[in-house]
């Protein structure tokens, strides 16, 4: 690990999440937090997860810094260019001395789930008016599905109905 790879990693953290959704663009919510409670959602849902999906956890987003980022809509709107941009994301995450190893499919999974379920418990925290929006509610529910798949449905769906009834 060289000096350049810490703080390259160190300055990644920093990255601004929600910049390119209107709606959530004024949250106050950075990668390093994002990547933290990600992690933090792991260690709760799947308590026996590898070292390397709790590691993936902590990194996942670091590679947006090498400007690739791009929300998750216009991803799923454009395959090609999710791959793509994947690649990109992945090589500046190896550029930061995080040379992991793969993930299984199933990890794969664990950690889109609690990616996703941040991402929406921040919106429900910060701007719950927008839980209506198709969007959130495509996540909702197929993060549900998800969670159901990966026999943790009835934590997840205990978590939903806390937030959305609070």
């Not at 590691?55 to 791959?83: C, F, M, Y």
């Not at 719950?128 to 009835?154: C, F, S």
């Amino acid at each position: 690990m060289t000096t350049n790879q810490i703080l390259r990693a160190w300055r990644a953290s920093f990255v601004h999440r929600w910049h390119t959704d209107h709606d959530m663009c004024e949250v106050p919510d950075y990668n390093h937090g994002h990547q933290g409670r990600t992690a933090l959602l792991v260690l709760q849902l799947f308590p026996d997860c590898s070292r390397t999906l709790l590691a993936w956890a902590v990194v996942h987003d670091q590679g947006e810094a090498g400007g690739v980022d791009a929300s998750a809509g216009l991803k799923r709107a454009n395959p090609i260019l999710a791959t793509a941009l994947n690649v990109l994301e992945d090589a500046e995450i190896e550029k930061q001395g995080f040379g992991l190893p793969s993930l299984t499919v199933l990890e794969e999974r664990k950690l889109k789930l609690c990616d996703t379920l941040d991402a929406w418990l921040v919106m429900m925290r910060y701007n719950r008016h927008l839980y209506a929006r198709d969007d959130w509610q495509a996540d909702l529910k197929g993060m549900i599905r998800q969670a159901e798949w990966l026999g943790v449905g009835p934590d997840v769906r205990a978590v939903v109905d806390e937030v959305v009834t609070r």
